[in-house]
């Protein structure tokens, strides 16, 4: 079985900030990773994805992440937050080889922004 | 990319009584997916819709509990039946095609169990 952990469940920067969230997986096959951000009451929108190929991955809306194999990790940044980034934020590994939409995700990070 | 419409947005349920969601996807997809995300949790998968055959149920998931249809390719339904207070969450739905394509999700039903 699969399994994220996503270190922090609450993370507050100042506008104009680094954007730092954590993404450690475990996976007995070459997983697929994701980033999904989930507005208020709204369903959850893909930010970037890694499959193959190049283990720094860019996303929408300036996010993006690297796949780092010997630590398990796929953390997400973003090098200046904005008011707008205040969401949730979802990592994800796929459950099946070559199926990449059944999902585990983690427990999710809130991300806040202070003005 | 596809488009994925849930009904009702959000439901406030007697306990005892039965809800049923639907899922409209804008083209035909290959895969469906049910989601449950309950209050400050993360996702957690309930079941795969399999177009044509009973769905598939992931651990302490049951098919009295949540009955799922997928008469076609494009529409599925999942009802949260006998429902309690615990039931309370947000259902979404998700969807896919093919290899190597993102899942796309529905903006989810906020269901409320009094």
């Known amino acids: 079985a699969q399994s994220v952990t996503q270190l922090g469940s609450h993370v507050s920067v100042s506008e104009g900030a680094l954007v730092l969230l954590r993404c450690n997986y475990s996976?007995?096959?070459?997983?697929?990773l994701f980033w999904y951000v989930q507005y208020p009451n709204q369903g959850l929108q893909l930010l970037l994805k890694?499959?193959?190929?190049?283990?720094l991955v860019k996303g929408i809306n300036g996010f993006e992440a690297e796949f780092k194999k010997s630590e398990t990790s796929f953390h997400l940044t973003k090098p200046s937050a904005h008011m707008s980034d205040a969401a949730e934020y979802f990592c994800?590994?796929?459950?099946?080889?070559?199926?990449?939409?059944?999902?585990?995700f983690g427990k999710g990070t809130l991300l806040t922004v202070n003005p | 990319s596809a488009v994925i419409s849930q009904k009702p947005s959000r439901d406030i349920c007697q306990r005892g009584t039965s809800l049923t969601i639907q899922c409209q996807v804008d083209?035909?997809?290959?895969?469906m997916f049910w989601y449950r995300q309950q209050p400050g949790q993360s996702l957690t998968l309930i079941a795969t819709?399999?177009?044509?055959?009973?769905?598939?149920?992931e651990s302490g998931f049951v098919i009295d509990k949540f009955p799922i249809s997928r008469p076609n390719l494009t529409f599925s339904t999942l009802t949260v039946s006998n429902m309690s207070p615990e039931d309370s969450s947000i259902y979404l739905c998700?969807?896919?095609?093919?290899?190597?394509?993102?899942?796309?999700f529905g903006q989810g039903t906020r269901l409320t169990v009094v």
């Open positions: 994800a590994v796929s459950d099946l080889r070559g199926s990449n939409y059944k999902l585990t």
């Open positions: 996976s007995s096959v070459p997983p697929y």
């Open positions: 083209s035909q997809v290959t895969m």
């Open positions: 998700s969807a896919g095609q093919g290899t190597n394509t993102e899942a796309f």
């Open positions: 819709a399999n177009q044509g055959s009973e769905a598939t149920y």
């Open positions: 890694y499959t193959t190929g190049a283990t």
